[in-house]
């Protein structure tokens, strides 16, 4: 078994992106600006966007965050939008999820521009990636494409098993190993809470990527010897052992499961500090106009 190191893969990229983006710095005569957006006090949605924010500051970017309560109405948040769509020196912009329930996260991730939306959520983003033209790519995908890369694994030909369809990781996941690129041409399965016997497919997984917010999801007795396993499980349990107070669990038991791994992703340590460089990279190629 060999992990595969979020920590060192990120610390490395982000060397590379605070290179260029002191570049792009000189050319443009300021720095990249990514605007993030937290509506309330979730525990889990404020630990990541402050590490956003301080992400941005290591790598020579600039940050604003607009905090908003819970009661914000839904034509405020996209007024704000609006507002941060229209000022030439912001890059990037990114509201985080969830949102609360009287605020349609459809809404919101459409009035995003899309030349702003480097989370890689707007419908014309998803439609450009399908097509495989240049967009910005969902960041946690992205990360993990990254990481592959990193590490050389060949992908081609394999069978990739998916778990969890959502917006933000299952489904963009699943398009993107089935695309016609490096990492990709995978034959990919997409399972989900509506899959009966979920196990009759991981044990097939060569690359099995696991994203449906359950501790210890899958076990070892649901993958084969050599598996590739990507853990996007961020599972947050209150615990006296942290500095923090609480603990994060992947969706993978890691233990009984790394055994027979290739390859795998720690929690934490893998997938969560990827995504962060997901962000940065386009980001920076917002600044650079890479996309559009
Ligand atoms: N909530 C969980 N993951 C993400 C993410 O990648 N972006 C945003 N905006 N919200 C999230």
Not at 163 to 179: H, K, Q
Not at 222 to 238: A, H, L
Request: aromatic share 6%.
């Amino acid at each position: 078994m060999q992990l595969l190191d979020g920590k060192f893969v990120s610390e490395k990229l982000k060397l590379q992106i605070a290179e260029e983006a002191a570049d792009i710095r000189q050319k443009i005569g300021r720095k990249p600006h990514l605007v993030a957006i937290l509506v309330g006090h979730d525990g889990g949605s404020e630990t990541y966007v402050a590490s956003k924010i301080k992400n941005c500051e290591k790598v020579g970017f600039d940050s604003t965050l607009y905090r908003f309560e819970n009661d914000i109405t839904e034509d405020a948040l996209l007024q704000k939008i609006e507002e941060v769509n229209n000022d030439p020196n912001t890059d990037g912009i990114l509201v985080q999820l969830p949102l609360p329930k009287h605020i349609s996260a459809d809404n919101v991730t459409e009035r995003i521009s899309p030349e702003k939306d480097v989370d890689g959520f707007h419908p014309i983003n998803l439609g450009r990636m399908q097509r495989n033209l240049p967009s910005f790519l969902p960041a946690t995908p992205y990360g993990i494409l990254l990481m592959l890369a990193e590490y050389n694994i060949n992908t081609a030909g394999k069978h990739c098993v998916v778990v969890g369809r959502s917006n933000i990781v299952g489904s963009p996941m699943s398009i993107l190993m089935a695309r016609n690129t490096n990492p990709g041409n995978c034959t990919v399965t997409i399972c989900h809470s509506r899959t009966p016997d979920i196990k009759k497919f991981t044990l097939d997984a060569d690359i099995l990527i696991v994203a449906i917010g359950k501790k210890n999801f899958i076990t070892a007795d649901m993958v084969k010897e050599g598996v590739v396993v990507i853990d996007v499980g961020m599972n947050r349990e209150i615990s006296n052992e942290t500095k923090s107070g609480y603990k994060l669990y992947g969706d993978v038991d890691f233990d009984n499961v790394a055994p027979k791994s290739s390859w795998i992703t720690p929690v934490p340590g893998g997938v969560g500090l990827m995504t962060i460089v997901g962000l940065l990279k386009n980001t920076l190629a917002s600044a650079k106009k890479e996309i559009y």
